[in-house]
């Protein structure tokens, strides 16, 4: 694998000139935060108690030192450390180690805290994964289950059957999202998955995993009724630039919805840079602010080679919206830019970058808490829709989506 301080530095360098293309306003993260992103681990590579040890005092540094909270959300964490040293000292091998660091910062109840491990780092560079073959989105019905919305050509689960529509009840007798996902699965890993089929059938497919890409989302979709609706899963520089491609190219919409109902997060420039495209510049888009220092202020900033979109939009949001995508909700729902619709979001905005650690893995740590422009923490909290729809269960995407539909409603009321 390439070194990554490298990589990263590069990364870096070219992010910071993006900040400086985007009018000089401090993104999200501030731009000091890519000196920390760089710098790197003792990169080592070796098994046993004495790499372990390296592991877990990293990654236990910079909690101590750099974790946003200095109260470490009430965590007393100097006793976690001692109570988890003896399992991750006699982890064998990366799994363990990893299952064990984790159980240590579950501890600060933090869902932007987490290690990687070496192998997650890889396929995430790589955009691939262990993966048995389908997305999923959120279904109507008990917690945990899952709507099958894409099956990947090729994969195990196109050669098994599986079809869009379809609802993936358990995998391995759990929940789906305990099982399955990026880095969770090794290569000829056999999963037992149980499915709703379109007649609501139960089957059950045992399907391998292996190394696949994986797709990212990227929906642009016109509505019969003129408006147009733009979907993606991550905020990327690749995102923000498609967003303005297709708010450049789609003028003549009636009305603008954003479906961020799978949209995990990302980048804070991509946030920045896709909130210039829609609001005023110099708009306040909140605040971020590190252990020990003074609240930096974030502003839109100004669209380079575009025009402003100043057209009606909504944003749609679920449960499974998270991160940059609950921000840029809560910025549009303050400054009254539109609607949000949906179901409430988790409440998971803290700022967070990434550490090496020794052996190639990574920790990811929050360092910033986030406040919206008004002042108001939405950590823990989340975004309370102005029009409430529940998830319906959409076994056709052809068939009539509650939550656009009410988007279309209030585009036509605006």
């Avoid at 790499?51 to 109260?71: F, G, I, K, S």
């Avoid at 007393?76 to 990893?98: G, N, P, S, V």
């Avoid at 080679?305 to 940059?324: C, H, I, M, N, W």
């Amino acid at each position: 694998m390439t070194p990554r301080p490298t990589n990263r530095l590069v990364r870096a360098l070219f992010a910071a000139v993006i900040v400086a293309w985007l009018g000089g306003c401090a993104a999200l993260p501030p731009p000091r935060a890519f000196v920390n992103v760089v710098t790197p681990g003792v990169l080592e590579r070796g098994k046993g108690s004495a790499h372990n040890a390296r592991v877990l005092d990293q990654v236990w540094d910079w909690v101590n030192r750099r974790y946003y909270d200095a109260q470490f959300n009430g965590a007393d964490w100097a006793a976690a450390r001692e109570r988890h040293r003896a399992a991750i000292l006699a982890a064998a091998d990366d799994t363990a180690l990893y299952l064990a660091l984790n159980a240590l910062l579950a501890e600060l109840h933090d869902a932007h805290a987490h290690a990687l491990s070496p192998r997650e780092v890889e396929e995430q560079q790589r955009h691939h994964g262990v993966l048995i073959g389908f997305r999923t989105g959120p279904v109507a019905g008990p917690p945990g289950r899952r709507l099958i919305e894409e099956v990947f050509p090729g994969s195990p689960a196109a050669a098994a059957g599986v079809q869009p529509g379809w609802i993936l009840v358990a995998a391995d007798g759990r929940k789906p999202g305990d099982v399955l996902g990026v880095g969770k699965l090794r290569g000829g890993q056999l999963v037992s998955c149980e499915f709703l089929d379109d007649r609501e059938a139960p089957r059950t497919l045992v399907l391998k995993a292996r190394k696949m890409s994986i797709p990212p989302v990227f929906e642009t979709r016109l509505l019969p009724d003129g408006a147009l609706l733009l979907r993606f899963d991550y905020f990327d520089l690749q995102a923000a630039d498609w967003v303005r491609q297709q708010l450049d190219a789609n003028r003549q919409a009636r009305g603008v919805i954003f479906d961020l109902r799978e949209n995990r997060g990302g980048e804070g420039r991509a946030l920045a840079s896709i909130l210039g495209a829609i609001l005023p510049p110099r708009a306040n888009l909140g605040t971020t602010i590190a252990r020990g220092a003074a609240p930096d202020q974030h502003r839109a900033p100004k669209p380079w080679f575009t025009e402003r979109y100043k057209g009606p939009l909504a944003v749609l949001v679920s449960d499974q919206t998270a991160s940059a995508a609950e921000i840029m909700a809560h910025v549009v729902q303050y400054h009254r830019r539109g609607p949000v619709i949906g179901t409430a979001t988790p409440g998971k905005v803290l700022v967070s970058v990434f550490w090496w650690l020794p052996g190639g893995g990574e920790l990811q740590l929050s360092v910033y808490d986030y406040r919206g422009p008004g002042g108001e923490r939405i950590e823990g909290r989340g975004v309370t829709p102005d029009v409430p729809v529940p998830l319906a269960a959409l076994r056709d995407r052809r068939a009539l989506d509650p939550a656009v539909a009410a988007a279309q409603q209030a585009l036509r009321v605006r």
